[in-house]
């Protein structure tokens, strides 16, 4: 789904690079109010985390390729304005630095790949929580139809901005069909791989779930044969309830599936390269901007073996997207006065 510089035109990547500065901004000061100091760090692991498993290409059909775009998760983990953020700078690591995504293309990519997921899987799951009963199950439920549904979202969004701006004479019927179709396939893998990250958080840490705060069902008591709801008690002090552990535990997972597993990933197109090719679309790709850096192609420039190069850059990504992501969140989120949760949940 990374579009390449040459695929729309420069008068409507200006205006996509618009929308994603103003959205970028927007959601700057919305994640002052999703972030204190618990969840910043947490928010630079989902970043990081993203950009690992985005070096998973999995299979979806012959010849074409898929992998997590991590909107749908980085907004249910740590909040819609900071899962736009969290997308982003995914995007900016990778376009920089690895020459995957073009430069020019930056605004319609955020545009695409993390405004778009994330307002559209967001809004779809807070529906789902609302009607669904008030368990964990619901929340993993929820995160699996709105990540399968964000991805031809995705795909929707890229085939309208094709419309208005692409450079090559392709009947846009035929690239909705194709886009969508091979997206829909892609999107089962998307909301596999959400639902059960969802589902591993929730199991060990659930006040840190953004899309679990709120869920929190009224203990009931039997008084005289009736039920009743339970005196509100006060929060657990964060202090009580390190998070350490599970930050350490999802850093040492990105580090070893980009670092490692990503040597045995699918190395078929993904869905756009795919459909780009078949219809055309590539005719007037051009050569990325930093096509000469170090890590361009996810591989160290002068390592010679594939599986050390690739891991090396995995590992290299993972950790810079990390540290710019902690940065980031750390500097916009919100002090607070106290060390108690914001909102404690027992879905």
């Given at each position: ?329 750390w500097a916009v989120r919100r002090r607070r006065t106290n060390d108690v949760s914001p909102a404690s949940t027992g879905v």
């Amino acid at each position: 789904m990374h579009v390449p510089d040459g695929f729309i035109d420069a008068p409507t990547c200006a205006v996509a690079g618009v929308v994603a500065a103003g959205a970028l901004a927007v959601s700057l000061r919305g994640a002052r109010r999703e972030l204190d100091e618990r969840t910043a760090p947490l928010a630079g692991l989902v970043a990081a985390f993203i950009f690992a498993v985005q070096m998973l290409n999995f299979p979806v059909a012959a010849g074409t390729s898929g992998h997590l775009l991590g909107g749908a998760l980085a907004a249910i983990l740590v909040g819609p304005y900071t899962g736009v953020l969290c997308v982003s700078v995914v995007l900016l690591m990778q376009g920089i630095l690895f020459a995957d995504g073009g430069l020019t293309a930056l605004g319609v990519n955020i545009t695409d790949m993390a405004i778009v997921t994330t307002v559209v899987s967001y809004a779809v799951f807070r529906g789902l929580v609302k009607v669904l009963p008030r368990k964990r199950r619901s929340v993993t439920v929820a995160s699996f139809v709105a990540a399968v549904l964000s991805v031809p979202a995705a795909a929707v969004a890229f085939t309208l901005i094709y419309a208005v701006g692409g450079t090559t004479d392709v009947a846009i019927g035929k690239v909705a069909t194709a886009m969508i179709g091979v997206h829909v396939l892609i999107g089962i893998g998307e909301a596999a791989i959400t639902a059960l990250t969802v589902g591993a958080v929730i199991a060990v840490r659930p006040d840190l779930v953004y899309g679990a705060r709120g869920l929190q069902q009224r203990l009931k008591l039997r008084v005289n044969g009736e039920l009743v709801d339970a005196p509100t008690t006060r929060p657990v002090p964060v202090a009580a309830r390190s998070h350490r552990t599970l930050w350490i535990t999802g850093l040492v997972t990105s580090l070893v599936l980009a670092g490692f597993v990503s040597f045995y990933a699918s190395a078929d197109p993904d869905g756009l390269e795919k459909v780009a090719h078949d219809k055309g679309i590539d005719q007037k790709a051009q050569k990325h901007a930093s096509d000469g850096s170090p890590l361009a192609g996810y591989g160290v420039k002068d390592v010679s073996d594939a599986r050390l190069s690739g891991g090396l850059a995995g590992v290299i990504g993972v950790g810079v997207t990390v540290v710019a992501g902690s940065t980031v969140f750390w500097a916009v989120r919100r002090r607070r006065t106290n060390d108690v949760s914001p909102a404690s949940t027992g879905v």
